[in-house]
């Protein structure tokens, strides 16, 4: 192997020549290795390899049935012997039953053969080693080299004794002999072992399958392919990584899994393996898995039973085996190869002294091996004891007193910590996933998380001096609680459960940060479970619980940021933080500019973390989901501009918009560019497109917005397609219909429009079929409805724009006689009486339309005048009140008090009802208290959206709300 | 899948930060769900089935961090540990095929542009040789021999394996160019 300076020397040499003409490598060759004619020789090698090795190594792997490669060879010669057929195959080639068929009788063989494609130079070494090996070795229990070549194709083979027999276990069973007669069989198997031995061979795969036993009865070992030399120096082949050895899991010996030294002692375990299935017709060990770090563990750690306590036996096996063989057998396999036999001579010899009645030596001093393996086991709580001891020598004070009972209490609750972290890394790891996909088995596993809640609390009360423990079980509370119920991930489904567990975690990371030592990591855990209340208690659709949990975690990380701005993971944090914050403020009638400040604060974390990793797919996705956010803030304040103060005023809130939008779209595209088969990037793609296309169009381009949107079309499309069954991908290509629709109406394109609102309702239809009460997907039906009718009825087509308004009231309908009925009803109920009540109105059917309206309107006002009416509640009475008809049940005054009480809740910080209220003064008929409400409306928006003086303020409001229909503004969804 | 997606991206982002036990926790999760979704095909006997894995790394990866699009993150460590799974997997099989010692399914590798002027057209490589060499070249020069492993095994374009491993593309390509010829040379038959 050459040496590093060497292969440096090799490389930047090869490097260089192989961007070289032929004639270019030599004249460089010749200058550089003058005086090295061994590295350009490496040079030429290599170079002339790379020149065949196109293709090589380009495709992925394939796995083919390999029955036509191993039928190749029947009947083909290898010298003078023919192949009959396949036997076997081992790591560099494969064994055949041959006939040598030119003499008298037929003399039976096998051959062993390197497989084509295989003769690397270091195969062919290890096949001669092993021919090397067999030659060495004559014992009439190893099977014998008789003979060996190259065949005419250049493949080298040897020709061995054919052994016609079956494994040594399989004959020991079929002939049902007695423990004597077995372990007379395992002593021959010794005798063939201790023979290589003594020839410093290690057969390193001793297992019942290379152990063949013929009619005549006697075991021949077999297989020398992974065997070595023993070297004086017992070098370990520090090469191959444990993992990569070649070994078989159930005779593996603990050094070869832990890639310890491989001496005779990793035979004399094998064959303790073996005595043991030749004993009891098991194995020692078990293997749930076959995983090879679970393979390892096992090996390494699960000290076997005694053979007499094997499963299956009968009792007089278990009295045969009792006793002194357990002890053999066990002496065989102990993990330490200090502990065995020193020698597989003294197994033998113990095995016959047990046959002959003699008291056997592994039975001497395996007292003391017990007690050693015993303290071993136990250090931390012999550390304990030897503390005590200490204490107590040295005279109780005060201090080590207390010393002691944290020394003791540290003892007994490492040791039970350690077996709840087993209970709920099982729970975590293991039995949730397997029970998952079992039905009905959420009862078992929300037992076994009650379970470990309960050793949790048990500990919780012992553990109250010992910092790093409170720290460990704060951890296993939040473990905990993300298996009952953490929102978008496998979960029980038990969030209040999840509440309580991250409540116990906060407590006692309080506890912690507000102690004596507090500990950064105490105070990063804290924010992460505060963060998850959070997010349990959005999901539980408790906004305001939510809010004041995510600002604390927000709070958290930004105190935490300040003295650690570099740390990156922090800054993260503190980004998903404030982006939560936001949601929760907004869903909360919160204070937008707030969110909006929240908002674009993530958004300049990420971009400055961007910097140094201009790639990292999370802070990209950051990025673009702080864009869209930013993106659908600014589309609001533009919406309430124009609906309020006339469409030139949104000019630039939507002008913001689109610019976050686009951000978004090209961050998104960029994400898909480098992965491009992920699911997830091609929805955030085809989202952030959608999201463009209509700010597009609402600036003023519905043109190029239709343009854009075509392909977001075409990839709902063709997710829908690739997985018909999942009823998430067919709504979202209705939504995309929807979508693709509006922007064509916008486009002056009504028919095409028109088309995709009626696929788009299509769809919803079906997929809502198997779940008629769905909530929000009845809401989008609701909404595409509402688009197609009011299209409809603005091209005059009345009766058609009423029935599709009906077939909105009918949806309310049906929800309402839902038990319980769908909170979505009302909403629903509200948005299709609304329009039809318009449109009856206003094409002289007054009196038809005065009674649902009417109705409508009390239910509205009912729900409003609660003392606990809610800021969406009273929202959507005022606008009733103000855009109703039949005109004469409009009540601007009435709209005031509402609206006033909405503004009120919000502390006046939240948009929309600010707006609102504007717009109720001025149709009361009080324009002056509606410029000072538009004041302190446009107060709420980012400050470039001011600018309007009183007198600006009230030509925008006469221009936009003197001659309003009431059309615009629909109900809001 | 053996652990909630969350405690996966924590592993990942220990193991980013130079946690090599958190790399051994991480490893039998990836190796599991991969040998999940390769098993249907590895088991599958009688014809032949492409594993490709870039879609089994994808795929695992979208299982494991979830699909969540805030959630996932790390996928270049992700994908580079999905690779050394995938070696495993893949050479684990190979081996129960020869332990199988019935001819029953191998895990072989194309190689037909490699001897083009040998009459079948195509020679099966076992995967066997070619980890065994990919071991010995880690022993020289351990980035070489993981850059094979990310764009074979784990079916990584020059540009993954470039940010995996934080070198440049450029870096990557000359590397693999050098480690193929030589592995070439260790296994190819002929001198």
């Known amino acids: 192997m050459p040496d590093q300076d060497r292969w440096r020397a090799l490389e930047q040499l090869f490097d260089e020549a192989v961007e070289l003409d032929v004639a270019s490598r030599a004249a460089l060759l010749d200058r550089v290795c003058a005086a090295d004619p061994s590295l350009r020789a490496g040079v030429e090698r290599l170079l002339a390899w ?6 090589f190594l380009e495709r992925p792997p394939l796995a083919v049935a390999g029955e036509a490669a191993s039928g190749e060879r029947a009947g083909a010669r290898i010298g003078p012997y023919r192949l009959v057929r396949e036997l076997g195959r081992g790591g560099m080639g494969a064994v055949y039953l041959a006939e040598r068929d030119d003499e008298q009788y037929r003399h039976q063989v096998a051959i062993k053969l390197v497989k084509g494609g295989l003769d690397t130079e270091a195969i062919v070494r290890r096949f001669r080693s092993e021919r090397q090996m067999l030659a060495t070795l004559n014992h009439p229990n190893i099977t014998k080299l008789l003979d060996g070549g190259t065949s005419d194709d250049g493949l080298p083979y040897f020709v061995l004794e054919y052994v016609d027999g079956v494994p040594i276990d399989q004959y020991c069973e079929a002939g049902a002999l007695d423990v004597a007669q077995r372990l007379a069989l395992f002593g021959q198997v010794c005798a063939a072992v201790d023979h290589a031995h003594r020839h410093l061979i290690v057969h390193r795969d001793i297992k019942a399958g290379n152990i063949l036993v013929g009619a005549d009865g006697v075991p021949k070992l077999l297989d020398f392919g992974i065997a070595k030399w023993l070297d004086p120096e017992m070098r370990v082949d520090a090469t191959i990584p444990a993992p990569f050895r070649p070994m078989t899991p159930e005779y593996a010996s603990p050094e070869q899994v832990s890639g310890g030294a491989i001496t005779t002692a990793t035979d004399v375990y094998s064959l303790g393996v073996l005595l043991y299935r030749l004993t009891t017709g098991r194995l020692p060990l078990e293997f749930a898995s076959h995983q090879p770090h679970a393979i390892a563990n096992v090996i390494l750690e699960q000290d076997p039973r005694p053979p007499s306590e094997a499963e299956g036996l009968n009792e007089a096996r278990r009295r045969r085996l009792r006793g002194d063989l357990d002890s053999i057998v066990l002496k065989t396999l102990r993990k330490d190869p200090a502990d065995r036999y020193g020698s597989v001579e003294q197994l033998s010899q113990d095995v016959h002294r047990y046959l002959t009645g003699l008291p056997v030596l592994a039975r001497k001093g395996s007292l003391q091996y017990r007690v050693v ?7 931390t709580a012999a550390a304990a004891g030897v503390g005590v001891l200490l204490t107590l020598a040295a005279g109780v004070s005060a201090t080590t007193w207390e010393a002691h009972v944290a020394q003791v209490e540290r003892g007994r609750a490492e040791r039970r910590l350690r077996d709840v972290r087993q209970i709920t890394n099982s729970l975590i790891v293991e039995f949730n996933d397997a029970l998952a996909t079992l039905p009905g088995s959420t009862a078992t596993r929300a037992l076994l998380a009650r379970r470990a809640l309960e050793y949790l609390d048990e500990l919780a009360k012992e553990v109250t001096t010992d910092a790093s423990l409170q720290r460990e079980l704060a951890v296993t509370y939040q473990k905990v609680g993300d298996l009952q119920g953490l929102p978008y991930q496998a979960n029980l489904g038990d969030t209040a459960g999840a509440r309580a567990s991250y409540q116990k975690s906060v407590a006692i990371l309080e506890r912690l940060s507000a102690g004596p030592s507090p500990d950064t ?8 479970a505060y963060q998850r209340i959070g997010s349990v208690l959005t999901r539980m659709n408790e906004p305001s619980g939510a809010l004041a949990n995510l600002r604390k975690a927000l709070q958290i990380r930004e105190r935490l ?12 944090q503190l980004a998903e933080s404030s982006v939560s914050t936001g949601d929760a403020l907004l869903s909360s009638q919160g204070d937008t500019l707030e969110a909006m400040s929240l908002y674009d604060r993530a958004r300049a974390i990420r971009q400055a973390l961007l910097a140094t990793t201009p790639d990292d797919p999370r802070l990209l996705n950051g990025l673009a989901e702080s864009h869209h956010r930013l993106g659908a803030i600014f589309e609001t304040f533009g919406d309430l501009l124009a609906d309020t103060l006339g469409p030139a005023n949104a000019t630039k809130s939507f002008r913001q918009s689109l610019a976050h939008h686009r951000e978004a779209m090209v961050i998104a595209t960029r994400l898909l560019t480098n992965d491009a088969n992920n699911m997830g990037f091609r929805r955030l793609v085809a989202d952030a497109t959608g999201e463009t296309a ?16 075509r392909p977001v079309l075409t990839s709902f499309e063709s997710l829908a397609a690739a997985d018909p069954a999942n009823q998430e991908a067919g709504f979202d290509l209705s939504v995309s219909h929807r979508d693709f629709g509006v922007l064509l109406e916008r486009h002056g394109d009504r028919a095409d429009a028109e088309r995709h609102y009626r696929q788009s309702i299509a769809i919803s239809e079906r997929t809502l079929a198997t779940d008629p009460t769905n909530g929000e997907r009845n809401l989008i039906l609701a909404g595409t409805y509402a688009m197609l009718g009011d299209m409809l009825a603005k091209s005059g087509n009345t009766a058609a724009a009423e029935a599709t308004y009906r077939k909105i009231v009918a949806l309310g309908d049906r929800l309402r006689a839902g038990s319980p009925p769908s909170p979505s009803w009302r909403i629903v109920y509200g948005t299709g009486v609304w329009r039809l009540t318009n449109l009856l109105d206003r094409h002289g059917r007054a009196a038809e339309a005065a009674v649902p309206a009417d109705a409508e309107m009390a239910l509205e006002r009912a729900s409003a005048d609660r003392t606990t009416a809610s800021v969406q509640e009273l929202f959507n009475a005022a606008q009733l009140l103000l855009t109703c008809r039949p005109v004469g049940l409009r009540d601007p005054r009435a709209a005031v008090a509402y609206a006033e009480r909405a503004v009120a809740l919000t502390g006046g910080k939240q948009a929309l009802p600010a707006f609102l209220l504007v717009r109720a003064y001025y149709e009361s008929g009080d324009v002056d208290k509606a410029v000072k409400a538009a004041h302190a409306a446009l107060a709420l928006l980012p400050t470039s959206f001011g600018g309007l003086d009183d007198a600006g303020i009230r030509r925008q409001l006469a221009a936009t709300l003197g001659s309003q229909e009431g059309h615009a503004s629909a109900v809001r969804r | 899948m053996a652990e909630s997606p969350g405690d996966v991206t924590r592993l990942l982002q220990a193991w980013g930060n130079g946690d090599q036990e958190a ?32 879609a089994l790394v994808h795929e695992a990866y979208l299982r494991l961090a979830g699909q969540d699009r805030t959630r996932w993150q790390n996928r270049a460590h992700f994908l580079g540990v999905a690779a050394q799974a995938m070696r495993r997997i893949l050479i684990d099989h190979a081996r129960a095929g020869h332990a199988a010692k019935r001819g029953g399914d191998v895990v072989k590798v194309a190689l037909d542009d490699v001897e083009a002027g040998q009459s079948s057209g195509e020679t099966d490589l076992d995967l066997v040789a070619l980890d065994a060499a990919l071991t010995r070249l880690a022993a020289i020069d351990p980035q070489k021999s993981r850059i094979v492993e990310l764009r074979f095994f784990g079916g990584l374009s020059v540009d993954e394996v470039a940010e995996v491993l934080n070198l440049s593309p450029r870096t990557v390509a000359r590397q693999w160019q050098m480690a193929r010829a030589w592995l070439y040379g260790e296994i190819a038959p002929g001198p």
């Open chain 1, 373 to 379: 393996k015993f303290v071993r086991r136990h250090k």
């Open chain 1, 694 to 709: 209509r700010l597009v169009a609402k600036s003023g381009s519905p043109g190029e917005a239709v343009d854009l949107y």
């Open chain 1, 50 to 55: 790379h020149g065949r090795a196109a293709g």
């Open chain 2, 23 to 54: 790399l051994n926790k991480l490893l039998p999760h990836i190796y599991d769900e991969l040998r999940r979704l390769a098993g249907s095909q590895l088991r599958r006997e009688g014809s032949p089935h492409t594993l490709q894995p870039t």
């Open chain 1, 561 to 572: 940021v300040k003295p650690h701005p570099d740390d990156r993971e922090l800054r993260q």
């Open chain 1, 521 to 528: 990591s105490d105070t990063v855990a804290l924010g992460t």
